[in-house]
Nanobody
Framework: QVQLVESGGGLVQAGGSLRVSCAATGLTFIRYDMNWFRQAPEKEREFVAAVTGSGGITTYADSVKGRFTISRDNAENTVWLQMNSLKPEDTAVYYC?????????????WGQGTQVTVSS
């Protein structure tokens, strides 16, 4: 059974930093691209960042580029999102997603989310 458990969310002032983590169990971690999404109240879930299985390629939404850094440790089955220079508009529930495609099959697993609140 695949489980993704996020942690590290909290309340931080604007301009501050926070690091959220996602620990994965029940899957061959290195075979999965790992992603961070977020969902603010009354808004759709949006992509934040992604890292390939090997960790060699990272991708970011324009809104977080230069402020957020995604990283992973395949030995620890963990992915992190380091968030710097936080803004009130970064307030959201942050979710991690593991994704893998095998032929035409897609395998996506989501965590339960962790709340990040940035005060102005």
């Amino acid at each position: 059974q695949v489980q993704l458990v996020e942690s590290g969310g909290g309340l931080v002032q604007a301009g501050g930093s926070l690091r959220v983590s996602c620990a994965a169990t029940g899957l061959t971690f290195i075979r999965y691209d790992m992603n961070w999404f977020r969902q603010a109240p009354e808004k759709e879930r949006e992509f934040v960042a992604a890292v390939t299985g090997s960790g060699g390629i990272t991708t970011y939404a324009d809104s977080v580029k230069g402020r957020f850094t995604i990283s992973r440790d395949n030995a620890e089955n963990t992915v992190w999102l380091q968030m710097n220079s936080l803004k009130p508009e970064d307030t959201a529930v942050y979710y991690c997603k593991a994704s893998r495609s095998v032929g035409t099959k897609l395998y996506d697993y989501w965590g339960q989310g962790t709340q990040v609140t940035v005060s102005s």
